[in-house]
């Protein structure tokens, strides 16, 4: 059975940092591309970032210097760091899972960014 598993989302002040993680099971991890993506109240959801297979990592441009996607492979865990945190950065954050036409997606972890 496929699982993706976000952790580690919450209440944080602006300015503040959060560490999420994204636990995978039922697939061969090390293989897939695995991505961040959000989506704030009102909004479409939209691509945070993203790491292959290989460990390209590419950010969307209003994240770039914030954020930072690592994975650990051993772990089959994807993480995202998120430093400098706004009150526009409040949503759902998602793990993401892709290799060819496989796709899977987490249930999501709530980020709050408020004083």
């Known amino acids: 059975q496929v699982q993706l598993v976000e952790s580690g989302g919450g209440l944080v002040q602006p300015g503040g940092s959060l560490r999420l993680s994204c636990l995978a099971s039922g697939f061969t991890f090390r293989t897939y591309a695995m991505r961040w993506y959000r989506q704030g109240p009102g909004k479409e959801r939209e691509l945070v970032a993203g790491?292959?297979?290989?460990?390209?990592?590419s950010y969307a441009d209003s994240m770039k210097g914030r954020f930072t996607i690592s994975r650990d492979n051993g772990k089959n865990t994807v993480y995202l760091q998120m430093n400098n945190l706004k009150p526009e950065d409040t949503a759902v954050y998602y793990c993401?899972?892709?290799?060819?036409?496989?796709?899977?997606w987490g249930q999501g972890t709530q980020v709050t960014v408020s004083s």
């Open positions: 993401n899972a892709r290799w060819l036409s496989n796709e899977y």
């Open positions: 790491i292959t297979s290989a460990g390209i990592i």
